[in-house]
Nanobody
């Protein structure tokens, strides 16, 4: 069972930043597109970003475009999501997934890291 592991979440104030990481030792993440998602209590899962395996194509949802930035570190087999200018509406559990941006089919998921934005 391939498991992705997210880290970097926490409790921050409005306007602060966080950098989330997605890692695994089971597969090479460069072989997959990596999607980032979030889910707040009582709400449906929301797609935030998808970075292609080559990093040449990156998609962002309108709600986060200009505030969130996806990137990869090939040497560390890690994918990042930089979260800037956070607001309380960004409070959710954030998950990464490995698969295909185009088909929106993801084979492997992480259990998530909690981001809480509160003053």
């Amino acid at each position: 069972q391939v498991q992705l592991v997210e880290s970097g979440g926490g409790l921050v104030q409005p306007g602060d930043s966080l950098k989330l990481a997605c890692v695994t030792s089971a597969v090479t993440l460069d072989h997959y597109d990596i999607g980032w998602f979030r889910q707040a209590p009582g709400k449906e899962r929301e797609g935030l970003s998808c970075i292609s395996s080559s990093s040449k194509n990156i998609w962002y949802a309108g709600a986060v475009k200009g505030r969130f930035t996806a990137s990869r570190d090939t040497g560390k087999n890690t994918v990042y999501l930089q979260l800037d200018n956070l607001s309380p509406e960004d409070t959710a559990a954030y998950h990464c997934a490995a698969g295909s941006c185009d088909s929106e089919i993801y084979a492997y998921w992480g259990k998530g890291t909690q981001v809480t934005v509160s003053s």
